[in-house]
């Protein structure tokens, strides 16, 4: 069995809370796509993302950067 993902509902605990700024700086280093989908979920649910728009805008972003190709250079 896998080991349930609990980082999406930490980080919307901390957005209820009132510490956006501690929720940003954790979805800036998030550790999966995966997790980032489930906070926007979570965050849809509780209807929080309408009252965060930067919360809103860094988990897109997140999103975006975390699936894109890598650009790497040989050593």
Do not use: C, E, F
Not at 42 to 61: E, S
């Amino acid at each position: 069995m896998s080991r349930p993902q609990v980082w999406a509902t930490k980080v919307a605990a901390l957005i209820q809370t009132g510490n956006s700024a501690a929720a940003l700086a954790q979805i800036k280093v998030a550790p999966t796509v995966k997790d980032l989908q489930q906070l926007r979920v979570l965050l849809t649910q509780a209807k929080l993302l309408a009252r965060h728009p930067n919360i809103d805008a860094a988990t897109t972003d997140m999103i975006a950067a975390l699936t894109a190709p890598r650009l790497h250079r040989s050593p």
